[in-house]
């Protein structure tokens, strides 16, 4: 009997060593997966404060002059926008999330008629090739050397740019519908 009781006590220290280590365990992923949801708690306020401010950047501010030609041939500037809202919407051949908006937008662009004028970052074979494929039947202005990006600072697309008037930014940053909307309502 007293053999038995050396094995039971013998056996004891290695389950209360085990226990231990598997509350050790639980204790570091609680402690990781807290980290990890206060960590996305901040990341998602982060990135809420950084839309808001990419989506109001630039706001209220005075359009640049800017002149240029659309694919169609016609003139496209400050003065051709006024007494209206017009929707600049910068987007590249090769960026995916463009594509996808402008499939996304085709009736608002159809309703705004004129008011949502596709600016394409890219060659104008190329612009009229994305305007054919995707049947763009507004306007669609090729910006070959990015000369628009600059002037309205669009360092990313898809970007909107809201004119009002074509004198007066009113909104600028990633293409909401809600924005894109009132440009639609105005036409």
């Known amino acids: 009997m007293s053999g ?11 389950v209360y060593a085990l226990i231990g280590a598997i509350l050790i365990v639980v204790a570091i992923e609680t402690a990781v ?16 404060e950084i839309r808001e401010v ?3 950047g630039g706001a209220n501010q005075t359009a ?9 041939g016609n003139r496209l500037n400050n003065a051709t926008l006024a007494g209206r809202l017009t929707a ?21 662009r159809h309703r705004a008629r004129d008011g949502i004028v596709v600016v394409c970052q890219a060659t104008k074979a190329a612009c009229a090739g994305l305007a054919e494929s995707l ?14 990006a600059k002037l309205f600072a669009v360092e990313s697309v898809p970007t909107a740019v ?16 809600e924005q894109l909307e009132a440009v639609a ?3």
């Open 4 to 14: 038995g009781k050396e094995s039971k006590t013998d056996v004891a220290p290695v």
């Open 33 to 48: 997966l807290l980290g990890v949801v206060s960590v996305l708690g901040r990341l998602s306020k982060g990135f809420a």
């Open 54 to 56: 990419v989506n109001e």
């Open 64 to 72: 640049p002059d800017f002149s240029t030609i659309d694919m169609d």
């Open 88 to 108: 600049l919407l910068f987007v590249s051949t090769t960026c995916s999330s463009c594509t996808t908006t402008l499939a996304e937008m085709a009736a608002l």
């Open 135 to 148: 049947e763009i039947k507004g306007r669609v202005v090729a910006d070959e050397e990015g000369r628009l």
């Open 162 to 177: 809201v004119l009002e008037s074509g004198t007066r930014i009113r909104w600028r940053g990633f293409p909401l519908r």
């Open 185 to 187: 309502a105005d036409g």
